[in-house]
């Protein structure tokens, strides 16, 4: 091989090797907080919550930023942000109706269904508004009344509406 081949090659090889060593222009990945590398999570109303220390015998709880250098002290654990016992996960979201915390979601035919007391001797549904999703205080109030009545929620297979305006 050629002196000024070799050179060329040896020039070409030592800058595919410096190429491949720069560093990357890729960014750290941020949490929902703007933190590198973070543990913050949004929930499904797209509200940002980080990780706590909760105290399970003075119930106190705290954020935290970074898990890794927090030091926990005595009952102290943490907790992620979307464990089912955060009281404030997923607390801001409303549904398809516009209510804060409703149970009304939007279908495969793109309607919006909530969710209505059905009468199982007469056959008969009734549209109830479900405030922060209690179902409770309509449940009550009807089945005083009567015992034939179940609360039929959007999803449920028995809903003879969910995906019925599809065409």
């Known amino acids: 091989m050629k002196p000024k081949m070799k050179t060329i090659l040896s020039v070409c ?3 595919v090797l410096l190429y491949a060593c720069t560093k990357s222009d890729s960014r ?8 590198e590398n973070g543990t913050a999570i949004s929930d499904d109303c797209r509200d940002c919550h980080k990780w706590t220390v909760y105290n399970h015998v003075t119930h ?18 943490f907790a992620s942000p979307n ?19 409703g149970v009304a979601v939007v279908d495969s035919c793109g309607d919006c269904q ?33 015992d034939s009545i179940i609360i039929i929620l959007p ?11 599809c065409k």
């Open 83 to 101: 464990n089912p016992m955060n009281p404030v996960w997923n607390t801001n979201c409303t549904d398809c109706d516009g209510v804060l915390n």
């Open 114 to 146: 909530g969710a209505f007391l059905y009468n199982f001797t007469t056959h008969n549904p009734m549209d109830i508004v479900m405030l922060g999703g209690d179902t409770s205080g309509a449940a009550a109030t009807v089945s005083a009344a009567t």
């Open 155 to 165: 999803e449920h297979p028995m809903n003879s509406y969910w995906n019925s305006g």
């Open 28 to 35: 750290v990945p941020l949490d929902c907080m703007g933190i």
């Open 13 to 15: 090889m030592l800058t």
């Open 60 to 77: 106190a709880v705290r954020e935290v930023n970074d898990t890794t250098n927090e030091v926990l002290g005595d009952n102290e654990m």
